[in-house]
């Protein structure tokens, strides 16, 4: 099992959760957060003072998935989140060692 963590911009969460929904993802987790990447912010004008926005709004999604349907997965993300533009975001995969479900005890795939 692995786990995909996607960090997007936030007006295209719907199009990339609607991505996943069609490639059979049952459960994606939203956190609003704030970040920055290789273009470390930028400078907005506001009521005619200049500012440095240096942490810009994001948004992480993250995706528990057995091994066979990541690549479907990440190809979903891929797609629904560019924008061809800078600070379109990152995929990061990991490895899960366990995943149990609270409610019901099941383990491993069966628990995603």
């Known amino acids: 099992m692995k786990m995909i963590t996607a960090v997007i911009k936030p007006f295209k969460l719907d199009d990339v959760r609607e991505a996943l929904a ?6 994606v987790t939203v956190t609003e957060v704030k970040g920055f990447g290789r273009q470390k912010g930028h400078t907005e004008l506001y009521r005619g ?7 810009l709004p994001k948004v992480k999604l993250e ?3 057995p091994d066979n349907m990541v690549e479907g997965a990440v190809e979903a993300i891929l797609g629904a989140a560019a924008t061809g533009k800078i600070g379109d975001g990152k995929i990061f995969i990991s490895e899960l060692q366990q995943v149990i479900r609270i409610r019901t005890g099941e383990t491993g795939d069966e628990a995603v």
């Open 63 to 65: 995706v528990a998935l």
């Open 22 to 27: 069609n490639v059979g993802a049952q459960g």
């Open 49 to 55: 003072a200049e500012y440095v926005v240096d942490f």
